[in-house]
């Protein structure tokens, strides 16, 4: 080995991680043919685990061993087929194999894995286990021919850290003796959370492994990490499909395990307050608020500690939108509150901005349309100076909201056009997606429901990419109410259920309260109780 | 077996993940270091002296030897002239969500296929038929069975699944116990379907067992038992009714457990045994065998020679010690793994794994043994949750564990140990849990306050 030159770092961390890997590659290199051997490998971020398995298979390759890497991509329950599926390759006849080989032969060398393991492959008595069969038949180990080394990675999608009961686990507690059948060294790489919950979650698996390898962060790689998901444009984020927004939140969680583990010095510090920003952001596109709310407060803490008086504003100006969306209007006035008295003795215009359009949002929701408009021009103007495209779309937005509310749609139309044209340049999908659902009603009250029907359908459609629950609630809530102006009160009930179900889910009360009156209404309508109700 | 020379056959020598079978020359007998009472011995006697049917519980760490001593069991009852019945409740059932009516189809169905295979006793055919109307039955209306027989009459036909020549009840049960294993949609309907008629269950399943046991009787054989290891992997949960998934088994569905008519070993969790339950599991189950660590200190203080001598011995059978280890990195192995023969395995594969291999003879020297360790203590502190530090302080200092959920859990992750001088037995914390710094200063202030330098 030692003649191979690494392109590796000479910092202390990679140093330490070297030789965890080196130990690593001896656990493997030395397991016997045919033996299943349990090996847990810690490493938060992927991108370093990508790294490190690469030099892995550079190590073992003089030991003649083969480092199949399987890549689980989304949440599996059942590791075992998922591997054994992998290890399948296209369909060759089986061939009764010299299964229980006792030692390696040296002389015999790889070849196509294919080659290397005809028992995997269909037909092999391992393919159609048959639990209710009494006669345990003699068991195959999978790598018959050794080399071989099962490297698996992804699996932190399966054990996300808000599921109560991941299903893997139970999977592996439970299975453990299957494992065994795979017949060769298997190295499961694990973020420390997950780590964490499979000793605690699965003891008897766990209780199999024979070696936790740690691998430390190694700063240059967490860095790289950090550039790409904690410091993308905010409307860059906001635009990713749900399962992208996902990923995206696991990536961030494994990033700031690394930076915990890489100390508390101010710029450790600074950078998991701005992890845990990106977090709360993804989890309020999502419409997981409560989790939003506790990945906001935690930056607040570290903002307030590290005297970062603007990181301060803005984070406060975020909570109070969770606030907002969860309907307690009053903890959101008072959080704005804060907020701007913050940005206006620094002076600090863009803060100012956007929580005056916020504060216009609620005064509007109060009814309250004067206050409301001016406070929307007022931050429109600041927009306008500093030339903040996405959020003069929002304001234009807002006001256009006020115009049709007013009964002007000339003047809705066109504002809602502006922001609407803004948006698309910006490929701001959610504000795209608010906005058609906005023209929508205008249309709808104005009696077009075909046209109406066509924006719906698109508003809805970008809404699901994006995972946006509140959205789509509002969007499955508005098709309702223009399925009863045309009479399908059935299909209107139905939508509203659905509506419902994703309502209450996100817990504003006034939203709830306003779904299920229109939910009452309508069965009331259908049961033909009260005919000819008002409608809303 | 050629006791491993190089530290890549000691690497696989000492593979934490594989049990002993019976018999196997690797097996060093522990009982005198584990506590005055043989458990096998035990049990056997539990068996061999009782006029009626016994049902007992077998308990003890994971890890800590208990399939292996249930083997041991089994040959011994076979010695002593009894056919015998050994399965993994893993293998035929799912322990992730398991009630007892599940458990006795499972024993129903390994009672009639491994007399049929194993000691080759093909029941009455008039009498499986009788209780394959029974289970008929309950299970399906006229048309449902109808459509099940020719499933199963097709599958017997076509040699699918059990041989040819199997009776139908066999593949009955065989698909019975298939599709609850597998959460089939069919599980509740079958569970809803058998729980009022549970008596019923166990007489039909009695009637197998009685019949079988007379022929074997006939062969000369003294009875008839059952010994069902794994079932204390069964996942702890918390039930509506407001019991836990192990009281439900054990507890409240202990006397159906207990009503076969035969002997029965069943395995239970250890942390069943001191669980706010544990009276009422005494009075269900009063003989409970427990297989206690290999002690390796005293509770007054001070090694317990006899003890480490064992645990090397175990070593010794796998691993030539002298050309591999120094004389102080075996013994401070077998003090670190607290007498839990796996982590020793885990001990001696963490110090194979950073041993230097270019220095020979004795690679595994003192420095290389501390190495391993520093790992098993790490791994140790992942499992622990903050809170059961001081508790885990007031263990070591007394000895005693609370019948409460805490301590449940300590004795379920092993960071808390059970040994025996004798009843009663004596807890103590792992010794790798001994050397994290947060259970330190939890010693700390716990000996303060009770007044301890």
Not at chain 1, 9 to 34: C, K, V, W, Y
Not at chain 1, 292 to 309: F, M, N, S, V, W
């Amino acid at each position: 080995m030692s003649e191979r030159k690494w392109d590796w770092p000479d910092t202390p961390a990679a140093r330490q991680n070297l030789e965890t890997l080196s130990a690593l590659a001896r656990a493997i290199g030395m397991a016997a043919a045919g033996r299943f051997v349990l090996l847990l490998a810690k490493c938060n971020v992927p991108a370093q685990q990508e790294v490190l398995a690469e030099q892995l298979r550079a190590m073992l390759e003089p030991l003649d061993v083969e480092l199949v890497e399987v890549d689980v991509a989304g949440a599996v329950s059942d590791l075992l087929s998922h591997l054994k599926a992998h290890l399948e390759p296209s369909g060759r006849p089986h061939e009764p194999a010299e299964a229980h080989r006792p030692e390696p032969v040296e002389a015999h060398r790889p070849e196509p894995v294919e080659a290397r393991h005809p028992e995997l492959v269909e037909g092999s008595p391992l393919v159609q286990l048959q639990p209710a069969t009494a006669v345990a038949e003699p068991r195959v180990p999978y790598s018959a021919y050794p080399p071989l080394a099962l490297s698996v990675h992804g699996l932190a999608a399966s054990f996300r850290s808000d599921d109560p009961h991941p299903p893997l686990l139970a999977h592996l507690n439970l299975g453990r003796e299957c494992y065994r059948e795979l017949g060769c060294p298997l190295v499961l790489w694990l973020p420390d959370y997950a780590l964490t919950r499979l000793a605690r979650e699965a003891p008897d698996f766990w209780a199999w492994r024979s070696g936790v390898f740690e691998f430390v962060p190694q700063p240059e790689m967490a860095e790289s990490a950090l550039r790409q998901v904690a410091y993308e444009p905010e409307l860059v984020t906001s635009s990713l499909d749900a399962a992208a927004k996902r990923e995206r939140l696991m990536l961030l969680e494994q990033l700031l395990a690394d930076y915990r583990e890489l100390g508390a010095g101010p710029r450790e510090q600074d950078v998991q307050a701005d992890i845990l920003w990106k977090m709360g952001g993804l989890h309020q596109d999502l419409g997981e608020y409560e989790a939003g709310r506790q990945a906001y407060r935690e930056a607040l803490e570290i903002k307030q500690q590290l005297g970062d008086r603007a990181g301060v504003a803005q984070t406060l100006h975020q909570l109070g939108n969770v606030a907002y969306l969860q309907g307690d209007y009053a903890e959101a006035r008072r959080l704005y509150g804060e907020s701007l008295d913050i940005a206006q003795q620094l002076g600090n215009r863009a803060g100012l901005a956007a929580t005056l359009h916020q504060l216009g949002m609620l005064a509007q929701g109060q009814g309250d349309y004067v206050e409301a408009r001016r406070l929307y021009q007022e931050s429109l103007d600041i927009k306008q100076e500093m030339g903040d495209h996405a959020g003069i779309a929002a304001t234009l937005h807002q006001l256009g909201m006020l115009a049709q509310a007013q009964g002007d749609y000339a003047e809705a139309r066109r504002l809602y056009g502006e922001s609407l044209d803004i948006a698309q340049q910006l490929g701001n999908r959610a504000g795209l997606a608010t906005t058609l659902h906005q023209l929508g009603m205008l249309a709808q009250d104005q009696g077009d429901y075909a046209e109406a029907r066509r924006l719906y359908q698109e508003s809805f459609d970008i809404k699901q990419q994006l995972g946006d629950r509140a959205g789509i609630a509002i969007t499955l809530a508005q098709l309702a109410l223009l399925e009863e102006a045309e009479g399908n009160l059935e299909r209107a009930l139905d939508l509203t259920r659905q509506a419902q179900e994703i309502i209450v889910s996100l817990g504003n009360p006034e939203h709830i309260a306003r779904i299920q009156q229109q939910r009452t209404r309508l069965e009331e309508k259908l049961q033909g109780a009260t005919p000819g109700d008002h409608h809303g | 077996m050629q006791p491993a020379r190089t530290l890549r056959d000691a690497y696989n020598a000492a593979d934490p993940a594989v049990p002993l079978p019976s018999g196997d020359p690797r097996y060093v007998d522990c009982t005198d270091v584990r506590g005055e009472r043989d458990v096998v011995q035990q049990m056997l006697k539990t068996i061999t002296w009782s006029a009626s049917n016994t049902a007992q519980l077998l308990t003890g760490h994971r890890g800590c030897g208990k399939s292996t001593e249930l083997l041991r069991l089994k040959a011994r009852l076979e010695e002593a002239g009894y056919a015998v019945i050994y399965f993994e409740a893993d293998e035929d059932l799912d322990v992730n969500d398991i009630i007892y009516s599940d458990l006795l189809l499972g024993m129903a169905r390994r009672i009639e296929s491994q007399l049929r295979q194993e000691h080759d006793i093909a029941l009455d055919p008039k009498l499986l038929e009788n209780v394959q109307h029974w289970f008929a039955e309950v299970l399906y209306t006229e048309d449902g069975w109808r459509q099940v027989q020719r499933e199963l009459e097709a599958e017997a036909t076509l040699g699918v699944g059990l041989p040819e020549g199997v009776p139908i009840l066999a593949r009955l049960l065989a698909r019975v116990t298939g599709q609850i294993k597998t959460g089939h949609d069919v599980r509740e309907e079958i569970r809803r379907k058998l729980d009022p008629q549970i008596s019923l269950l166990i007489e039909n399943v009695n009637l197998l067992i009685l019949r079988a046991t007379e022929r074997l009787r006939r062969q000369g054989r003294r009875g008839l038992v059952l010994l069902i290891d794994n079932l204390d992997r069964i996942t702890l949960r918390q039930l509506d009714t407001g019991r836990t998934s192990h009281e439900a088994l054990y507890v409240d569905h202990g006397e159906q457990l207990r009503a076969l008519a035969c002997h029965v070993v069943y395995t239970v969790p250890i942390s069943m045994v001191y669980s706010p339950m544990a009276t009422q599991l005494k009075a269900v189950f009063p003989h409970c065998a427990v297989v206690p660590m290999v002690k390796v200190a005293r509770p007054e203080g001070g090694g317990y020679a006899e003890g480490l001598a064992r645990l090397q011995e175990m070593l010794a059978r796998r691993i030539d010690l002298d050309a591999l280890f120094t004389g102080e990195a075996v013994e401070h192995l077998c003090r670190t793994c607290g007498g839990h023969p796996r982590d020793l395995m885990r001990l001696v594969t963490y110090a194979c794994i950073h041993a230097p291999a270019e220095r020979w003879p004795r690679p595994i020297d003192l420095q290389v043994a501390r190495r391993a360790e520093a790992e098993l203590v790490e791994e140790y502190s992942r499992l622990i949750p903050e809170a059961h530090y001081p508790k885990l302080a007031r263990v070591h200092l007394r000895h005693v564990v609370e019948n409460d959920a805490d301590h449940q859990l300590m004795l379920y992750n092993l960071s808390v140990l059970e040994y025996l001088n004798g009843p009663p037995p004596w807890h103590d914390v792992h010794p790798a849990v001994r050397c994290l710094p947060k259970f330190e200063e939890a010693l700390k202030r716990e000996r303060a306050e009770m007044g301890l330098a």
